[in-house]
């Protein structure tokens, strides 16, 4: 009954959403008052409704009904509760109906917060948001329904894939969806200033603080995702640039250009056209990403449902929503009037720069990871497009975006000397030599490692440097300090995140040290300094795993013991599949990653021993471009009941 | 001067052409058997991984059931079908590899740090052996039976129920033939 109670609200919340996608769309035009209003209800009808069914296949998750074919496969009377409320969102079918959740809570912010914006502008952004959520009401229906029942009932469920059965990777996907459908609003309000030909400053204001909370939850739902592969996988890596990874990188890098972009169209009313086309592409990318891992055109390892049907629909949907709306910029593009004027020296240039550098890596991202799709069209002969066709492309590109990084911020609008910029990033320039130099001596050290540091330093110079300039000749520094706006300071820890994020990136790649072997009881080996004692494994019985426990006690260089790492190698019966859980000591320098390989002869093992030094770097670094982000939009400006077209004051 | 605002548009095009192809061919590679089915395995002599000077000859492949598996160190679903080689390959399922467009010394550090379940892997560098394999993408397993003919291929990574379902039963079922 259940069940059927959210299949039906699904269905009925179709039939909202054609409501909501047209009357409001015909009020605008005919300047229809009551059509106009009407989008409010239908968007707070339609997302009780979708809560509804999504609560209803909680439910049917909680209370182990494997009459429904979608709890059958992806639950498991022994699952632990929580995993089993995750497993909703744990396949194909349920992490849509998440998608369209997230989707229609999006659709109700904007809905109460834009009582600030003309009623033409608002029920418009709210039409378009209303005809996505009809594209993956349809979807969900007609191709990947939940609430499929399957009889006879099977007496037990098939478990959730064993690789989904982990805390980080059960909040991964909503943080993730949280950021690919906060695009649809900007992207709504780009349409809707696309019809109604109303894409001035306020546009732009408007649109800023949306595309920073996407911006922000995406940026923790990839780095979350890269934390749970490097626990989980226990191959000791970060980042794969796997199909789906690089499927949610390309829309952080165009939304990260698009949120500077947005700042240089408000405040200086230029590079609209460009603006306009980074918030089509944030979003368009974000569905592109959805086709390539739900339609199997590419062969991933997250690839858990992928059906070629399916994918013909995404294509249709994409053809549809991306077409349409770069259709609707060549039309209206033209007519879009273009901004102040700028010097080449100047902060517009250089913003424009690091805008187009992020497009580019855009670009060259999304090119690896249709290659294959390439290749089988046309024989390019041998390029592997794996770790090394990426790190070659993308590290050359992100230098010089880094050197822009550090210099815009000190630059003027408009027009800015030379000799003003240096003077400013003079003592930063020779800081961050002398680091790189100094890199360069030490055990490890090499070009790339100096220069990747050394552009780090500089950034955390120019941040610094920026304060400075704020306070300096402001007498009371108290005071002074309380005028910097809350942005300002997102602004920095922002940058500063980036900086934390490349040290991470670069320590850890070339200093890491990996030893795999085998290993005997009371074996000891040394790694990085530190020693590793092998105690042995015994076998543990975990709620729906069998285990072998592994202990391996670890001494620092001066012989005091550290940790004791616990790795496991586990068998989940249901699927009979094999998980290794890693044993980590974490440490703000340095991890100290322990896995178990295979079992051996007389209670020997191979094992996986890896020192990574400051790999908890890159994820702080996220964590910091987060808070970032969460501070710009709780300054004032952007309050979104600003009223726009009028001034705001600071 | 207008082209400008048209361009995405193409761009877009171009790209829609080449996810449709992908999808077509997806669909077909899916529901299409391996014009290779029933047929002998390509012949080739390809100096193995493990070992430069020793060679890798398709006639090994007869005489008994053996799967081949299409692998390569850049390829990231090879990782998630890895565990379950490693399995069959303990409970006595003989496994060629045929390591593709890979360098030689990644490949190697691969099979140590993950296991080796072949008995050998032949070092495509080239990828010519993968053409007359009609190689679609990395990982591929092909199921071979004692006439040295190949008798099933699975596409992308192994999973469970694939190993399971379809790959464990045809072997048992092929070395009972005669």
Known sequence: MIPEIGNFSLIIALAVSIILAGLPLIGAQKNNLQLMQFSRYAVVTQFFLILVSFIALAYSFSIDDFSVLYVASNSNSALPMIYKISAVWGAHEGSLLLWLLILSSWTMAVAFFSKGLPLSMSSRVLAVMGLISIGFLLFIIFTSNPFERL???????????????????????????????????????????????????????????????????????????????????????????????????????????????????????????????????????????????????????????????????????????????????????????????????SKDTFMLLGNILLTVACAMVLLGTLYPLLDQMIDLGKLSVGEPYFNAVFVPIMLPALVIMSMAPLMRWKGDSFANVARKLLLPVIIAFFIGVGLLFIDKGSVMVSVSVALASLIFMSVITSFILRLRNKGNIGAAFKKIPLSFYGMNLAHTGVAIFIIGVTFTESMSLQKDLRMETGDTISLGGYSFTFEGAKSRQGPNYTAFEGAVSVMNPAGEPVAILKPQKRIYPVRGMPMTEAGIDAGLFRDLFVALAEQLDNGAWSLRIYYKPFIRWIWLGCIFMALGGLLAITDRRYRFNAVPGKAVPA | MKKQFMTPLIVFGLLVVLLVVGLIKAKYIRDVPSPLIGKAVPQFSIPTVENQQQLFNSDELKGQVSLVNIWASWCVSCRAEHKLLNIMANSGVKIYGINYKDELTDARRWLSAFGNPYIKSAHDFTGRAGIDWGVYGTPETFVIDKKGLIRYKHTGPLYQDDMENKILPLIKELRAES
Not at chain 1, 312 to 336: N, Q
């Open chain 1, 151 to 345: 009889f006879p009932a099977p007496m037990d469920g098939k478990d959730l894939n064993p690789l989904l059965q982990d805390f980080g990777l059960a909040i991964h996907p909503p943080m993730l969806y949280m950021g690919y459908v906060g695009f649809s609003v900007v992207f709504s309000i780009t349409i809707a200033g696309l019809i109604s030909g109303q894409l001035d400053s306020a546009w732009a204001r408007w649109s800023r603080p949306w595309t920073v909370i996407a911006w922000l939850f995406l940026t923790l739902g990839i780095a979350l995702g890269s934390w749970w592969a490097y626990y989980e996988l226990g191959w000791g890596g970060w980042w794969f640039w796997d199909p789906v990874e690089n499927a949610s990188f390309m829309p952080w890098l165009i939304g990260t250009a698009l949120l500077h972009s947005l700042i240089v169209t408000e405040k200086r009313g230029a590079f609209k056209s460009w603006t306009v086309l980074l918030s089509l592409m944030a979003f368009s990318l974000s569905l592109l990403g959805t086709f390539l891992v739900r339609s199997g055109v590419l062969v991933s390892v997250h690839a858990f449902a992928s059906d070629p049907t399916r994918g013909s629909f995404i294509l249709a949907f994409l053809v549809l929503v991306i077409g349409g709306s770069l259709m609707l910029y060549a039309i209206r593009g033209p007519s879009m009037s273009g901004g102040g004027n700028f010097n080449l020296f």
